[in-house]
């Protein structure tokens, strides 16, 4: 194990890569460290509700954060806090902690996003396409569950991609796609008001 300490004041340890052989999915278990309690996300340390997630989406995602497709850019934060995270693990290990994951119960994150879901509605129909009528993801194309998300969290990675620190590395095709997407959102406003409609898609599985 070797200890990774963050500004927020987290410590976590994490395994080496001569731990491979010896983890088993509940290892996994230091992730709830930031992202909480069943993964239901933490806010305070700006780690989202993961729980509910595909796990074709969670491997995919941490392979952009350990190719450096994600997390990489300069004024990526929070993508920093997570990067190292998946930079420690073996291809394998990746595939363990995705598992793991999706091995969790999944319940609707709580709304903490406040805005004008009719409006939202109206601007969740260019979303649908990809992301399906109930937000629920669509594999084929690459594009995950909004619906349950971390509401706050939706917001911040539209603004992410809104500024390119998210969808604007070379090769992340599938960001790039999802960056032009979200400029269609002309302000915060249309920000707001489509993660508030997202909020009301809240379908258990
Ligand atoms: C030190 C805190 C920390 C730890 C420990 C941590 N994460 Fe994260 N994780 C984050 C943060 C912060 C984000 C949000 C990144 C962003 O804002 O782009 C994140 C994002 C993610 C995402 C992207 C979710 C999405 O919807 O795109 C996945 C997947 C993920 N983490 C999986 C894991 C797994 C699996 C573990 C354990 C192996 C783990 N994380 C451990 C802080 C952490
Ligand atoms: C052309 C298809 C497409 C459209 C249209 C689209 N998206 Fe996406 N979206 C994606 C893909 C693909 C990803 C995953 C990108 C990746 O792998 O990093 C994504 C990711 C996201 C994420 C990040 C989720 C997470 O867990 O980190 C959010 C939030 C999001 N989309 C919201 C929206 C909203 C809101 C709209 C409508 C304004 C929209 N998308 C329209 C394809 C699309």
Redesign the pocket.
């Known amino acids: 194990m070797r200890w990774i300490v963050f500004a927020l004041g987290v410590s976590v340890s994490v395994p080496t890569q001569a731990d491979e052989y010896n983890l088993t999915p509940t290892q996994f278990v230091y992730c709830t460290v930031c992202h909480g309690v069943e993964l239901k996300g933490n806010k305070s340390v700006d780690a989202?509700k993961l729980n509910g997630?595909a796990q074709w989406?969670v491997l995919?995602?941490l392979q952009?954060f350990k190719s450096g497709?994600?997390g990489s850019h300069s004024n990526d934060l929070t993508g920093m806090e997570m990067k190292p995270m998946a930079v420690v693990l073996t291809d394998k290990q990746l595939a363990q902690a995705a598992a793991y994951v999706t091995s969790i119960p999944t319940h609707a994150a709580p709304a903490t996003v406040h805005g004008d879901p009719i409006r939202g509605e109206n601007?969740?129909s260019?979303?649908a396409?990809?992301?399906g009528p109930r937000a629920q993801g669509d594999e084929a194309?690459?594009?995950?569950q909004?619906a349950g998300?971390s509401d706050w969290?939706?917001v911040r990675?539209?603004e992410k991609?809104q500024t390119g620190i998210?969808?604007s590395s070379p090769g992340?095709a599938?960001?790039a796609?999802?960056r032009?997407?979200?400029l269609?959102?002309a302000d915060k406003r249309a920000?707001t008001d489509?993660?508030a409609y997202?909020n009301t898609l809240q379908t258990a599985k």
């Not at 194309?141 to 995950?144: D, N, S």
């Open positions: 989202p997630l989406y995919s995602q952009a497709w994600r601007l969740y260019t979303c396409v990809c992301h194309l690459h594009a995950p909004l998300q969290y939706l990675q539209l991609y998210r969808g992340d599938w960001g796609q999802m032009s997407s979200a269609v959102l920000v489509v993660v997202i």
